[in-house]
């Protein structure tokens, strides 16, 4: 069998899916592209329409296992992703960098620790005198700063748009519908979905962000998810003036949040980490007061839009569930806070199982 004959059923179109959907394609196979939110893609929910797009591949607590393996990966692969994606989308924009800001002792052993741990990757110490020559201005209580040069952040929705645009470009197959379960039938996939219609594939992909329920038959791991909520802002200085983030390397990290300059006086700062199912408004403002430690620029700056969305953490494993569970059926689902991040080296992973596996088909059918 050709890889032309060979189709791939890829369920959920968030940034995992769409980016497969697009390298498998230009790999040879027939991809149907399944998820309810592609009747409207500009309304679309997921998580991922959601994220700030900070890329932190470098700076990890972790030096070794698979996560920090897929982390580095991703960030090396990030400046050819970028470049490709920015063919279609001239006005993508990818900042470079990202400042890592310490307010006390144990973040500055942190940073102090990072710098010797990473070899060859290249980070900076950033002292109080050089913090001092930004503005707006960082408190005082900020002692010291890591700058990465190789961590940078990319604006989500513009790199989702763009991926949109070169799916319909191809003429990919696109099914806004909803999976609703997935059984095996021989050597193929039987997908039924909530309309009562159906259909079936060679390979199936599963890039639902959530948990979703295989087959018992195919495994007997769990794959449950837990709901974590994420909330963001989008500010506006009170005092315009042009060119505020002039001297801003890329995105800054404060206490575990991220502050994004996206224009002259606009900045984006983000998330709240939830684990019930409300949406707090003192989980928010705690963004706008974090620890009482922030600039009064950013207390006082006006609320543009705010918004939310979910992201998923496996209950009883690491993230992402990167797996193939059963012959061609892959998991790549679950990846809590860096989905984006990890787009690449995830690609890269799946479309290896694949070829992998398809060869191994080919040889035994002789
Ligand atoms: C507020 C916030 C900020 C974040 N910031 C960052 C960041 O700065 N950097 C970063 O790397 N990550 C960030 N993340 C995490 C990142 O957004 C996610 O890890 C990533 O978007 C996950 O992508 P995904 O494709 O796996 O899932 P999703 O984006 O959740 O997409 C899953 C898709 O599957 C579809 N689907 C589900 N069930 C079915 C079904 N049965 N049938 C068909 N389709 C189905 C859904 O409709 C959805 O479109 C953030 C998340 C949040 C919430």
Same mark, same amino acid.
């Given at each position: 069998?050709?890889?032309?004959?060979?189709?791939?059923?890829?369920?959920?179109?968030?940034t995992? $899916?769409l980016t497969? =959907?697009w390298h498998?394609?230009n #790999?040879?196979?027939?991809?149907?592209?399944?998820?309810?939110?592609? =009747?409207?893609?500009?309304?679309?929910?997921?998580?991922?329409?959601?994220?700030?797009g900070?890329l932190?591949?470098?700076?990890?607590?972790? /030096?070794?296992?698979?996560?920090?393996?897929?982390?580095?990966?991703?960030?090396?692969l990030w400046p050819q992703w970028c470049a490709s994606l920015q063919r279609y989308s001239e006005n993508l924009t990818y900042r470079a $960098?990202?400042?890592? %800001?310490?307010?006390?002792?144990?973040?500055?052993?942190?940073?102090?620790?990072?710098?010797?741990?990473?070899? $060859?990757?290249?980070?900076?110490?950033?002292?109080?005198?050089?913090?001092?020559?930004?503005?707006?201005?960082?408190?005082?209580?900020?002692?010291?700063?890591?700058?990465?040069?190789?961590?940078g952040q990319i604006d989500p929705k513009g790199m989702l748009a763009s991926i949109c645009l070169q799916i319909?470009d191809?003429?990919?197959?696109?099914?806004?519908?909803?999976? /609703?379960?997935?059984?095996? #039938?021989?050597?193929?996939?039987?997908?039924?979905?909530?309309?009562?219609?159906?259909?079936?594939?060679?390979?199936?992909?599963?890039?639902?962000?959530?948990?979703?329920?295989?087959?018992?038959?195919?495994?007997?791991?769990?794959?449950?998810?837990?709901?974590?909520?994420?909330?963001?802002?989008? %500010?506006?200085? =009170?005092?315009?003036?042009?060119?505020?983030?002039?001297?801003?390397?890329g995105?800054?990290?404060?206490?575990?949040?991220?502050?994004?300059?996206i224009?002259?006086?606009?900045?984006?700062?983000?998330?709240?980490?939830?684990?019930?199912?409300?949406? /707090?408004?003192?989980?928010? +403002?705690?963004?706008?007061?974090?620890?009482?430690?922030?600039?009064?620029?950013?207390?006082?700056? +006006?609320?543009? /839009?705010?918004?939310?969305?979910?992201?998923?953490?496996?209950?009883?494993?690491?993230?992402?569930?990167?797996?193939?569970? =059963?012959?061609? #059926?892959? #998991?790549?689902?679950?990846?809590?806070?860096?989905?984006i991040?990890?787009a690449p080296?995830?690609v890269?992973?799946?479309?290896?199982?694949?070829?992998?596996?398809?060869?191994?088909?080919?040889?035994?059918? $002789?």
């Amino acid at each position: 069998m050709t890889i032309k004959s060979r189709t791939v059923a890829i369920i959920g179109a968030g940034t995992i $899916g769409l980016t497969l =959907a697009w390298h498998l394609h230009n #790999l040879g196979y027939r991809v149907k592209l399944i998820d309810p939110q592609l =009747a409207n893609l500009i309304q679309a929910k997921s998580s991922s329409f959601a994220a700030t797009g900070i890329l932190m591949g470098c700076t990890y607590k972790k /030096k070794k296992g698979r996560s920090w393996q897929l982390r580095k990966r991703s960030i090396s692969l990030w400046p050819q992703w970028c470049a490709s994606l920015q063919r279609y989308s001239e006005n993508l924009t990818y900042r470079a $960098g990202i400042l890592f %800001l310490a307010s006390n002792k144990f973040e500055e052993n942190w940073q102090r620790q990072m710098l010797l741990d990473r070899t $060859g990757i290249h980070m900076r110490q950033w002292d109080r005198q050089k913090l001092d020559s930004l503005t707006p201005e960082i408190p005082k209580s900020i002692s010291s700063a890591l700058f990465s040069p190789e961590d940078g952040q990319i604006d989500p929705k513009g790199m989702l748009a763009s991926i949109c645009l070169q799916i319909i470009d191809k003429k990919i197959e696109i099914i806004p519908k909803r999976v /609703k379960k997935i059984t095996r #039938l021989k050597d193929l996939w039987y997908l039924q979905f909530e309309c009562g219609q159906s259909l079936t594939s060679h390979w199936s992909i599963l890039c639902t962000g959530s948990d979703f329920s295989v087959p018992s038959s195919e495994s007997s791991n769990s794959f449950e998810t837990q709901r974590i909520r994420g909330q963001s802002l989008h %500010l506006q200085l =009170a005092n315009t003036i042009s060119n505020r983030w002039e001297y801003w390397p890329g995105s800054v990290i404060w206490r575990g949040n991220s502050l994004v300059p996206i224009s002259n006086n606009e900045y984006w700062i983000g998330s709240t980490i939830e684990t019930d199912n409300r949406t /707090k408004g003192s989980t928010l +403002n705690s963004l706008l007061n974090r620890h009482h430690i922030v600039p009064e620029w950013l207390k006082r700056s +006006n609320i543009i /839009k705010h918004w939310q969305g979910i992201r998923s953490r496996p209950m009883y494993r690491s993230s992402p569930i990167l797996q193939l569970v =059963a012959p061609r #059926l892959i #998991l790549a689902t679950a990846f809590y806070r860096n989905g984006i991040l990890l787009a690449p080296s995830t690609v890269e992973w799946v479309l290896k199982c694949v070829r992998i596996v398809d060869r191994r088909y080919s040889y035994e059918a $002789g």
